[in-house]
Every structure is written in C-alpha cells, then in structure tokens.
C-alpha cells in the first residue's frame, strides 16, 4: 500500500531530526543568497557539514568558494538565507538578537586575519584579554584566567606590552588568548597564519591545538595554508558552496601518518567530482554509471554525435 501523505511528512521530520544528531555544528542544506544591485550571488548553495565536539578541523577550498561565508553564519555575525545552523544546541536561524548577542560573546570565539581587527593597539595583551571578561560582566577578581590563558598559549612575556610591541605571531596568539577569554565551545579562525612566514605560522597553529587539547574546545581554521591542513585530523574541501571532499588523517601501523581523501556524498547521493578528475578524462554534463559487487565505475559518456543536434 502507498504511504499517505502525513506517513511521508512524518518520514521526512525523522530525516531531518537525524541529520548531525546532537553534534556540534550542524548544517543541513545551508544557503546563502547575497544580493547586490539586483544580482544574486549564492555563496553557499545547500552546504552539508557536521562536525563533533572537541574536534580540530580545516576548511579550505579556492576563492570565492564561500569559506568565510560559512565562518561568519557559524559566527553568529551573519543569518543564511535557508537550511539549518546549529552550534551547540542553538538554532542560528532563529536566534534572537539578545541570544545572538549572548551567543556570541560567550559561546563563540573569533580569530580574523588581520591582526589589527583582533586587538585593541592602546591596550596591552592582559588587558585586550580582560575586555570581553569586563563586558560579560564577570567580576575584576576573577579575571585572573587572562595570565593563565597567556601562559598556555606562551606569550605571558608579552602581558604587559601593548599590540605594536608585539610581533605578528605573539599578537595572533594573544588574540586567540583574548577569543578564549569567556570560555567559548567553539573557536573559529579564518586565515589566522595568512600574514605570517611559515615558522611564525607553526606557533599560531600550535597555540589552537594547545587551546584544542588542552580546554577541549573545538577549532575550525578557515585556511590556504597547506602546514595548517597537513597537521588537522579532518579537513574539510568546499567548492561552489558545498562540501565536496574530506581528508582523514590517521597514525598508520607503523606509526606513520596517512592522509585518506573522500569525496562527500549527500544524503541525495549526490558528490562533487574533482576537478582534475573530470578534466584528465573529459567529463561533463554526464557520465555513465556502472554498478559493481564493491565499487561503482565512473565513465565518460560516449561520443553521439547526433546527440546534440
Ligand atoms: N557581502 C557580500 N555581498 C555580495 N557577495 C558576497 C559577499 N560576501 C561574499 N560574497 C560572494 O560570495 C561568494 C563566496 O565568498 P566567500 O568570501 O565566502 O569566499 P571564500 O571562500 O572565503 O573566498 P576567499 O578565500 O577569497 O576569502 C563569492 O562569490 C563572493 O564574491
């Protein structure tokens, strides 16, 4: 018999409950249309993402590709146009400006590129540390945790120096001390080593991961920093708006690091192939499918000439 439509509804709800489970960040089909003078540009189109409590994760993918989109939606800065933002257990969509606001000084922690957009120059590193303590309200004695989050992070020498006194490094890893202040679940970082030389880079990145393992918060570094993607459990490819492809990285038994790359396939069965793939054998517009016992064979389609007439 055929199910009724309350039966498929009902089906569909328990999908949609499924998707991420109790994660935490979950995105289920996230859009985001931006219009300008008339024209639309959508810079996330149904993006699928889920990504565990604790976890240390990179996004990268060319530009354009909608990378910071994504940082400002699970940032609580920007509101997507469709789909489901949830960061731990807040409906980003939904929220309202005063739990946006709460949101955002207390739940989630913001590192930018720039240096200069993290830090107020006038002040010194213990007190750009204190700020977000001052406005969260918590009391000046317990504001003690700004000396210790400088100490994790090893730049408690530059405690009493004010931001031009400080090199690009010791203010990238002050300002993950100061997105750390009001103890955040989730950090997120876009381009955090992107001014920076490579050795500089490797003590901001190794600040995340202290900051990672040590206060269990999760981390998702935006980046075009292949150290940075080479040193993350999981990292995330998108293209046009999707997610497209996952790295794993594991210790093999050898005690060696092995790198496994995974196309990601939506719950539609939908998957992106990459690029070169599809530009080594002359893909496009479609491609024939083979089912086999382990594996389903990709090819070319074949050549009609009368095809297209
Ligand atoms: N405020 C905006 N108004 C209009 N279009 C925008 C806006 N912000 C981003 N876009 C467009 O959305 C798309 C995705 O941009 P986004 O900045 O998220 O990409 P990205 O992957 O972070 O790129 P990059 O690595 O260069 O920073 C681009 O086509 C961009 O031009």
Redesign the pocket.
Known sequence: MNPTLSELEAEAARGKAAFGGDAHIVCDNLV?I???EGVE????QGLDLVIEEGELVAVV????????????VLSGLDVPTAGVARVAGMDLLSMTPKDRLRYRRSVVGFIWQQTARNLLPYLNARENVELPMKLAGMPRGDRGRAMDLLELLGVASCADRKIPEMSGGEQQRVAIAVALANSPQLILA??PTGELDSETSEQVFEALRTANRQLGVTVVI?T?DPLVASQVDRTIG?RD?RTSSETLRREGAEGEIVAEEYAVLDRVGRLQLPRDFMNALNMERRVRLELEPDHIGVWPAREEPDDER
């Open positions: 985001r931006y219009k300008t540009v959508v810079a996330l993918g060319a530009s354009g590709s909608g990378k910071s989109t994504l940082l400002n876009d381009e935006v075009h998108i708006g």
